[in-house]
C-alpha cells in the first residue's frame, strides 16, 4: 500500500508564499509521475503543476511563473514552491502519483490533501 502525505498548508496574505512537501511512503517499485491539484470552494479538482516523464513539468496557465515543481528522487518527496500568491489560489491542493507496484502494475494514489488560504 502507498500513501501521500502532503504538508505546508496554511493561512498566508496575498502576495505570499508557501512551499507545500508531498512525501510517498509504501513499499514499491518505483514512481513514475507526481504531481499536484487543486480544488477551489464550489470548483471542480484542477491540475496545478506536474511532471510528466522524466524531469519534464506542466503547468496551468494561471499559475506559470509564480509555481514551481521540484522534487527528491531519494526521498520520494514532490514539493510546489507558491509564489505571489492570490486570494483565487485558495484551495485543496492534493498530491497525486502514478505507483508502479513490486508486481509491476501501475496504480494512481491520491493524498489527503492540504488547505492554503490566501486573504486579500
Known amino acids: 500500500q502507498v500513501q501521500l502525505v502532503e504538508s505546508g498548508g496554511a493561512l498566508v496574505q496575498a502576495g505570499g508564499s508557501l512551499r507545500l512537501s508531498c512525501a510517498a511512503s509504501g513499499s514499491f517499485f518505483r514512481i513514475d509521475v507526481m504531481g499536484w491539484y487543486r480544488q477551489g470552494p464550489g470548483k471542480q479538482r484542477e491540475l496545478v503543476a506536474t511532471?510528466?516523464?522524466?524531469?519534464?513539468?506542466h503547468y496551468a496557465d494561471s499559475v506559470k511563473g509564480r509555481f514551481t515543481i521540484s522534487r527528491d528522487n531519494a526521498k520520494n518527496t514532490v514539493y510546489l514552491q507558491m509564489n505571489s500568491l492570490k486570494p483565487e489560489d485558495t484551495a485543496v491542493y492534493y498530491c497525486n502519483a502514478y505507483v508502479v507496484g513490486n508486481g509491476f502494475q501501475s496504480s494512481n494514489y491520491w493524498g489527503q490533501g492540504t488547505q492554503v488560504t490566501v486573504a486579500s
Open positions: 511532471f510528466t516523464s522524466g524531469s519534464d513539468t
